[in-house]
Structure formats: structure tokens, C-alpha cells
Nanobody
Framework: QGQLVESGGGLVQAGGSLRLSCAAS????????MGWHRQAPGKQREFLCAITSGGSSNCVDSVKGRFTISRDNANYRVYLQMNNLKPEDTAVYYC???????????WGQGTQVTVSP
């Protein structure tokens, strides 16, 4: 069974930066696309960014230019660098991975990010 463990969340003022980290088991990381989703209070989970095993990445327009996804293949880690954070970025952030069914079937436990005005 694959495993994803996030870290790096916390409280930051608007305009600040955070870097989230995700440690993945090798069984997930080596063959799967990895991503980050988030869920704000009272809202549905939202896809943010994804990166393939080959390193191609994309992010949704709402965070493009502020968030960057990257991966460290040697250490089975995925990162989300978040700059110019806004209060509306407050959410639980989840590290995710695509299963062999082609869906975001693997989820970490989540890490809280709170952005104060």
C-alpha cells in the first residue's frame, strides 16, 4: 500500500511564502504522476498542481505564477512552493498521486495552511 506524508504547513501572513513537502513511498513515486490538492472550509477539494514522473508540470490558473510544484526523484519527495500567499489560500493541503486507474486515488493526511490578512 502506498503512503504519502505531508509536512511544512503553518501560519503565515499575506504575501508570505511556504514550502510544502511530501514524502512518498517508492511504490507510488516511481511510476505515478504526483500532485497537490486543497480543501478550504466549507468548500470542495480543489486540484492545484501536478507533475509527471518525467517532470512535466502544470497548475491551475488561480495559483499559476504563485505556486510551483517540483519533485526530487532521488529522495521520493514532491514539493509545493507557495509564494505571495493570500487569505483565500487558507486550506488543508493534500499530497496526491495517480493510481493505475488514472485517478487521484492516493491521498496524504493533509497539512493545514493558514494565511492571515
Amino acid at each position: 500500500q502506498g503512503q504519502l506524508v505531508e509536512s511544512g504547513g503553518g501560519l503565515v501572513q499575506a504575501g508570505g511564502s511556504l514550502r510544502l513537502s511530501c514524502a512518498a513511498s517508492g511504490s507510488i513515486f516511481s511510476f505515478n504522476a504526483m500532485g497537490w490538492h486543497r480543501q478550504a472550509p466549507g468548500k470542495q477539494r480543489e486540484f492545484l498542481c501536478a507533475i509527471t514522473s518525467g517532470g512535466s508540470s502544470n497548475c491551475v490558473d488561480s495559483v499559476k505564477g504563485r505556486f510551483t510544484i517540483s519533485r526530487d526523484n532521488a529522495n521520493y519527495r514532491v514539493y509545493l512552493q507557495m509564494n505571495n500567499l493570500k487569505p483565500e489560500d487558507t486550506a488543508v493541503y493534500y499530497c496526491t498521486a495517480v493510481s493505475h486507474f488514472g485517478e487521484w486515488d492516493y491521498w496524504g493526511q493533509g497539512t493545514q495552511v493558514t494565511v492571515s490578512p
